[in-house]
């Protein structure tokens, strides 16, 4: 009988988290469009990807930390900052809209093929070379909040910071009739932000003191129990842990006025960290 697919095996309920495999994954494909060559171009004097490399290896709980890239030059950039690239990512997931469930389903079928049972990942850290300004002290806290609560069934843990537009203000253009002119609320009912049985039909149409707060995922850091792949077929799963950042943590390096923004940012925190390193 052929084995069962790995993402098709039946839930289970979580259980705990084997501390020796605690593994980061650093996706790091090549050919992006905004900043060429932007996850091995320099910023404050590494290749970008190599920030996200260090906070894997640098971090007191993971335990390895790999690179999953589809270039042959990518791969021996990860290498030489400490992180392990066994495999090329198959480019049929390595295009502009691949997602992150398939690049983590990859990396799952890919550790159950070629490494013993007792090396595989009990927790995956995504570290995105997109957050450059991610410390490993975050990355820790991150990790230290999500072992808290491995007893209460969460499967995955993301970093949010507080919605910086008004979210229940936010609109679709219905593309499929009145001619893409009428507008569709994104949230079209919610509820009082201290009492959740009194419905508000038309939020967008009360005060937003009234409303429950939103907040909007970073993604500086994910963090996923395998099982949430491979049982679930998602990477959020049923019950995701907040992890809370403040807007001033998140730097985005989508464009290149974004990047000379970043890495003025990452050179004035690697100052004030020099500045409250003991002296040799």
Not at 81 to 96: K, T, V
Not at 120 to 129: G, M
Not at 258 to 280: G, I, R, T, V, Y
């Amino acid at each position: 009988m052929a084995e069962e697919p790995v993402h098709k095996k039946p839930c289970r309920a979580p259980g705990k988290i084997d501390r020796a495999c605690i593994y980061a994954i650093v996706p790091a494909r090549a050919g992006s469009k905004g900043v060429k060559g932007k996850n091995i171009k320099d910023f404050c004097g590494k290749p970008l990807m190599a920030w996200a490399i260090n906070n894997g290896v640098q971090s007191k709980y993971i335990t390895r930390t790999f690179v999953s890239t589809d270039s042959d030059e990518y791969r021996e950039v990860a290498i030489s900052h400490g992180a392990e690239a066994p495999f090329l990512r198959p480019a049929e997931i390595s295009h502009d809209t691949a997602t992150d469930f398939e690049l983590f389903l990859h990396f799952l079928q890919w550790m159950k093929e070629n490494e013993p049972p007792d090396k595989y990942p009990s927790l995956l850290v995504q570290l995105r070379p997109t957050a450059p300004c991610l410390t490993v002290e975050t990355v820790d806290a991150a990790i230290a909040r999500f072992l808290e609560h491995e007893d209460e069934a969460y499967d995955s843990l993301r970093s949010v910071t507080p919605a910086d537009h008004e979210p229940f203000n936010m609109y679709f253009v219905d593309a499929h009739g009145d001619s893409g002119n009428r507008l569709v609320p994104l949230i079209p009912v919610s509820h009082h932000k201290d009492d959740p049985s009194h419905i508000i039909n038309e939020p967008q149409s009360v005060a937003r003191q009234i409303l429950p707060k939103i907040y909007w995922h970073n993604a500086y850091l994910d963090l996923i129990r395998p099982a949430t792949i491979t049982e679930q077929g998602c990477c959020m799963g049923r019950r995701c842990l907040s992890f809370h950042m403040g807007p001033e943590d998140t730097a985005d390096i989508d464009t290149p006025e974004q990047w000379e923004d970043a890495q003025k940012k990452k050179l004035e925190q690697l100052a004030k960290a020099a500045a409250k390193a003991p002296a040799a």
